[in-house]
């Protein structure tokens, strides 16, 4: 794990059952400020890296901050949060 890995993402990335089961869950972001990623955890348990312009069965990603996703679903905007205590 990185060494600059926040103490509470280690947590969760760690510790069984934190995370539930069949949820989409942001679990990380990377990359420079004007072009950040996301590591999305997938209902299925599965780890995609996701960018702007991504579709998921949410909707699709239309962009990425330091708090998280923007998904478009059904006209509306809404956020996905990254994992925090």
């Known amino acids: ?9 280690a947590r969760f990335a760690t510790e069984p059952d934190i995370l539930h089961s069949r949820q989409l869950a ?4 990377y990359g420079p400020e004007t072009d950040l990623r996301a590591m999305v955890r997938m209902p299925s348990g599965r780890i995609k890296q996701i960018a ?5 069965a949410h909707g699709e990603v239309v962009a990425i ?3 998280g996703l ?9 956020r996905l949060p990254l994992l925090a205590d």
């Open 70 to 78: 923007l998904i478009l679903r059904h006209g509306q905007t809404q």
């Open 52 to 56: 702007p312009g991504n579709r998921l």
């Open 1 to 9: 794990m990185a060494a600059d890995t926040p103490e509470n993402v």
């Open 26 to 29: 942001v679990i990380g972001l």
């Open 65 to 67: 901050d330091r708090e």
